[in-house]
């Protein structure tokens, strides 16, 4: 399977703190997105980094990729209790980008 | 403008039945995806379509089948439903695959339990 591994894929913390989650996969890959999934709901899409870039930012996320590794870290500054939620991250292989490929998840929990 | 719509919400079946879900999207989109997700193992692809009158298996295709008559819907399909197939049933659409680099809008789920 070219399924993705997040680690942990359990994490809880107080409002204000920072969390960080890591995704790791197997092959080369065009590029790679992160999703969050609140409760019971469908996958709402965050932010996307190309194979060529190793930092991206978008208001408190901020992803990194490191195509040596194979791997890729979510990094969420100052938590809400409102970002409790699901995170996924999904990667694109050149040799089919018409599919995205999900990893297992982080489940994030943010105590007020 | 509805984005990507699921129908039913919840439905429970015994196995050996049939069953169609249906996905509709109001987006002009190109691309529809149907995705299961089952605990532990994120989504996994069922079958998508790159455009109407096409359809290409995913990573669990077994047991399922799905048309893409009009470009607004795809439906996916249980010939004989099996308590295997118990899960959450995702549609996503996007514009087209643009490289991998279109973000993907997902419909609310279907929840499906087999008894």
């Known amino acids: 399977s070219q399924q993705g591994e997040e680690d942990p894929q359990a994490l809880s913390i107080q409002e204000g703190e920072n969390a960080t989650m890591n995704c790791s996969y197997k092959?080369?890959?065009?590029?790679l997105q992160w999703y969050r999934q609140n409760s019971g709901r469908g996958l709402v899409h965050l932010i996307l980094?190309?194979?060529?870039?190793r930092e991206k930012h978008s208001g408190r996320l901020r992803v990194t990729l490191d195509t040596s590794k194979k791997s890729s870290s979510l990094l969420i500054t100052a938590s809400r209790a409102a970002d409790t939620a699901s995170y996924f991250c999904?990667?694109?292989?050149?040799?089919?980008?018409?599919?995205?490929?999900f990893g297992t998840g982080t489940r994030l929990q943010v105590f007020p | 403008n509805a984005g990507v719509t699921q129908t039913p919400k919840f439905r429970v079946l015994k196995t050996g039945q049939s069953m169609t879900l249906l996905c509709a999207q109001d987006?002009?989109?190109?691309?529809m995806y149907w995705y299961r997700q089952d605990p532990g193992m994120g989504l996994r692809l069922i079958h998508y379509?790159?455009?109407?009158?096409?359809?290409a298996k995913g990573e669990v295709p077994d047991g399922y089948n799905v048309s893409r008559l009009k470009k607004q819907n795809f439906l996916l399909g249980l010939e004989s439903a099996a308590p295997s197939q118990t899960s959450v049933y995702f549609c996503?659409?996007?514009?087209?695959?643009?490289?991998?680099?279109?973000?993907?809008?997902f419909g609310p789920g279907t929840r499906l339990l087999v008894l």
């Open positions: 996503a659409s996007s514009y087209s695959s643009g490289g991998g680099r279109e973000t993907q809008y």
């Open positions: 092959t080369s890959i065009n590029n």
């Open positions: 980094i190309r194979s060529n870039e």
């Open positions: 999904a990667t694109v292989f050149p040799y089919n980008t018409d599919k995205l490929i």
């Open positions: 987006m002009n989109h190109e691309y």
């Open positions: 379509s790159v455009g109407e009158g096409t359809t």
